[in-house]
């Protein structure tokens, strides 16, 4: 005789626990998916997917460096790499949304969806030339706990 109502309360548990290793994570690593943007090309301002290699880290600011982000909560760095890119002021509000900035850049994860969206701001609006611009893009990917 099988007990139904045990395999219910089993993968809540499971749900339960993935949910909480996610909220109770102190570092997160964060991965690209998919990367679009603008690039000056024979003499225009062209669409372009560009390629997704990309890899963030969010950890806790540990203040290494006198001067940088040291009222941000939460850093973002590259993995190998402790040199924060990013700061997160406040860490995750209460809806699980984190909000961090560079000094050419925005990154926004959720914690709950486990994404992340970063946006290259550098370029277009503000280089001296277009030919030696950067590019502005957008980036989206997923995140797990580490």
Request: net charge neutral; with cysteine; glycine share 6%.
């Amino acid at each position: 005789m099988t007990n139904h109502t045990t395999l219910p309360s089993i993968a809540a548990l499971l749900a339960l626990g993935l949910f909480w290793s996610s909220v109770a994570a102190a570092a997160w690593l964060c991965v690209a998916d998919q990367s679009t943007g603008f690039e000056f090309e024979n003499g225009q301002w062209v669409s372009k997917s560009f390629p997704t290699t990309q890899k963030y880290q969010i950890v806790r600011n540990e203040k290494k460096y006198a001067g940088l982000y040291e009222d941000s909560e939460l850093v973002i760095t590259e993995p190998n790499d402790d040199f924060p890119i990013m700061g997160c002021k406040s860490g995750f509000n209460l809806a699980g949304r984190l909000f961090c900035r560079g000094p050419l850049a925005d990154f926004r994860m959720s914690k709950n969806k486990m994404r992340y969206l970063k946006v290259n701001l550098a370029g277009y609006w503000n280089a001296k030339s277009d030919e030696k611009s950067d590019q502005p893009s957008i980036e989206i990917g997923k995140c797990t706990p580490l």
